[in-house]
Nanobody, 115 residues
């Protein structure tokens, strides 16, 4: 089992920056990948950014050049640095991890970007 706890969401204005954090605990030694998904009202959950332990990173086209995923292995934490935020980035952001081929999700943190 892996537990994921997100933090850092909030209300920001267009063009501002914000960093989300996701702390992992439990059976973290079998984690194959971690990352972030988001779900806007009325839309399906979509990939934002993912990272493997080997450092392979994938971003959604809509966030490339604006968002950066990183990790602190000592803290078992993954971050999502978000710059130049847009109203269309408004969503609930979920931390995600795969451990022993099983997916795990955090409870989500709300980001609202006002225009």
């Amino acid at each position: 089992q892996v537990q994921l706890v997100e933090s850092g969401g909030g209300l920001v204005q267009t063009g501002e920056s914000l960093t989300l954090s996701c702390a992992a605990s439990g059976n973290i030694f079998r984690i194959n990948a971690m990352g972030w998904y988001r779900q806007a009202p009325g839309k399906q959950r979509e990939l934002v950014a993912t990272m493997t332990p080997g450092g392979t990173i994938d971003y959604a086209d809509s966030v490339k050049g604006r968002f950066t995923i990183s990790r602190d292995d000592a803290k078992n934490t993954v971050y999502l640095q978000m710059n130049s935020l847009k109203p269309e980035d408004t969503a609930v952001y979920y931390c995600w991890a795969v451990s022993a081929l099983s997916p795990y999700w955090g409870r989500g943190t709300q980001l609202t970007v006002s225009s």
